[in-house]
Every structure is written in C-alpha cells, then in structure tokens.
Nanobody, 122 residues
C-alpha cells in the first residue's frame, strides 16, 4: 500500500506559478511511475503529466505542454509539478497518483492522493 499526500495548492492570479508536491510513503518509491491528474468542477478527471521511475521519461497533456514541468526526487520519495503561466482553466483539484511499473498516460494508476485545490483567478 502506498499513501500519497499532495501539497502546494492555493490561489494564484493568472500568469502566476505554483509548485505542487506529492510525498509517498513507500520504501520502494523508485519502482513507481508517478502521475498528476486534475478534476475541474463538473468535469471528468483528466491526465496532466506523468514521469517514469528515473525521471527521464515524462509525458504531458497538450493543454499544459511548455507550462508545466514534472520532476521527482527518489531520495525524498517526492514528485513535483511546477506550474507556470497559469490560466483560469487550470483551476481544478490536482491529484497525485502512483503506478508500479511503466509510466502511462491513462488513468490506470493504483494509488491516489486526496488532492490539492488550485484556483487561478483572472
């Protein structure tokens, strides 16, 4: 069982930046691909970004490419999502997820955090 705890959400003006963090409670963090997803009010949860165990392979949704950067620190059991040039349409609850094995861009992750709210004002 892997427990995930997100932090770093908040209220920011359009054009601003936030960095989300997700801490994982596992001794084998480097065995897991990590992903970020988001869910806006009234919408389905969607893929945002994911990274493989090494941090060398990363995927992004088209809507965030060039603005968001995913990274991980295996020594700290933490994955990050640096979000720049935020837009009001980025407003959502952001979820961290873990998957044992290969990184994928779908929702097929085994473990999920509780989410952190990101609100971007115009």
């Amino acid at each position: 069982q892997v427990q995930l705890v997100e932090s770093g959400g908040g209220l920011v003006q359009a054009g601003g930046s936030l960095r989300l963090s997700c801490s994982a409670s596992t001794r084998t963090f480097s065995n897991y691909a990590m992903g970020w997803f988001r869910q806006a009010p009234g919408k389905a949860r969607e893929f945002v970004s994911a990274v493989d165990w090494s941090g060398n392979i990363a995927y992004y949704a088209d809507s965030v490419k060039g603005r968001f950067t995913i990274s991980r620190d295996n020594a700290k059991n933490t994955v990050y999502l640096q979000m720049n040039t935020l837009k009001p349409e980025d407003t959502a609850v952001y979820y961290c997820a873990a998957r044992y094995g290969a990184v994928i861009q779908s929702m097929a992750y085994n473990y999920w955090g509780q989410g952190t709210q990101v609100t971007v004002s115009s």
